[in-house]
């Protein structure tokens, strides 16, 4: 159970991925059809575009890319992101933007297609907005606000500019992150604290097709 919700947790996104911001792997099957530009101001979902990300301070890594395949959900075309790890494993992510929201699309174990809204576009300080999602069996609540806005913020030395911050809170899980989001690059950090443990995630290198 723990193993599955820190699955779930990681953003990978997620988000998104999300986040931040809070991501599971869907088990949801491919259509095979070329992605979709599916672009917002702080997602890039061009065929190709990869993220190499550094977790925490052991030395790991991540890779983000965009893949050639959509899924359909909620009348809207989510992009598959591979995130792939040095060991091998690879968790398929589902990513959109569309009306001024970001979203990823949540698999349950059971199954059921589910959305989550990890950012929106035109967001001051201070703004709120929730969802609930089922990833297992308990609904969680997650909880996000804008606490930052056109900040300066330099991850791994590379330096980025009107940087949103958003941080997000699961109550019922004793769940925190903070995720920042840069324009046209996307999330470029996400710092985690899950019970009493935390979690760094900060942004290597990019390529944006």
């Given at each position: 159970?723990?193993?599955?919700?820190?699955?779930?947790?990681?953003?990978?996104?997620?988000?998104?991925?999300?986040?931040?911001?809070?991501?599971?792997?869907?088990?949801?099957?491919?259509?095979?059809?070329?992605?979709?530009?599916?672009?917002?101001?702080?997602?890039?979902?061009?065929k190709g575009s990869?993220?190499?990300?550094?977790?925490?301070?052991?030395?790991?890594?991540?890779?983000?890319?965009?893949?050639?395949?959509?899924?359909?959900?909620?009348?809207?075309?989510f992009t598959n992101?591979?995130?792939?790890?040095?060991?091998?494993?690879?968790?398929?992510?589902?990513?959109?933007?569309?009306?001024?929201?970001?979203?990823?699309?949540?698999?349950?174990?059971?199954?059921?297609?589910?959305?989550?809204?990890?950012?929106?576009?035109?967001?001051?300080?201070?703004?709120?907005?929730?969802?609930?999602?089922?990833?297992?069996?308990?609904?969680?609540?997650?909880?996000?606000?804008?606490?930052?806005?056109?900040?300066?913020?330099?991850?791994?030395?590379?330096?980025?500019?009107?940087?949103?911050?958003?941080?997000?809170?699961?109550?019922?899980?004793?769940?925190?992150?903070?995720?920042?989001y840069a324009p046209?690059?996307?999330?470029?950090?996400?710092?985690?604290?899950?019970?009493?443990?935390?979690?760094?995630?900060?942004?290597?290198?990019?390529?944006?097709?």
């Amino acid at each position: 159970m723990k193993r599955y919700i820190k699955k779930f947790l990681f953003i990978s996104f997620s988000i998104a991925l999300v986040s931040s911001t809070c991501l599971i792997s869907s088990c949801t099957k491919d259509v095979i059809t070329p992605a979709v530009n599916n672009n917002g101001q702080y997602l890039n979902s061009n065929k190709g575009s990869s993220w190499d990300y550094t977790i925490d301070s052991a030395g790991n890594t991540s890779k983000v890319e965009v893949t050639d395949s959509i899924v359909l959900a909620f009348g809207k075309k989510f992009t598959n992101f591979h995130n792939t790890y040095p060991s091998g494993t690879v968790y398929r992510n589902f990513y959109t933007y569309q009306d001024g929201q970001y979203s990823m699309m949540i698999t349950s174990a059971a199954g059921t297609q589910q959305e989550l809204i990890y950012l929106k576009d035109n967001v001051k300080e201070g703004d709120k907005w929730n969802n609930t999602v089922t990833p297992v069996s308990t609904p969680l609540l997650y909880e996000y606000e804008v606490t930052g806005i056109g900040g300066t913020r330099m991850v791994n030395s590379l330096t980025f500019s009107d940087v949103v911050r958003v941080h997000c809170t699961i109550a019922s899980i004793n769940y925190q992150s903070d995720a920042y989001y840069a324009p046209k690059v996307g999330l470029i950090e996400l710092e985690e604290v899950y019970t009493t443990s935390k979690y760094s995630t900060k942004l290597k290198s990019y390529l944006l097709k």
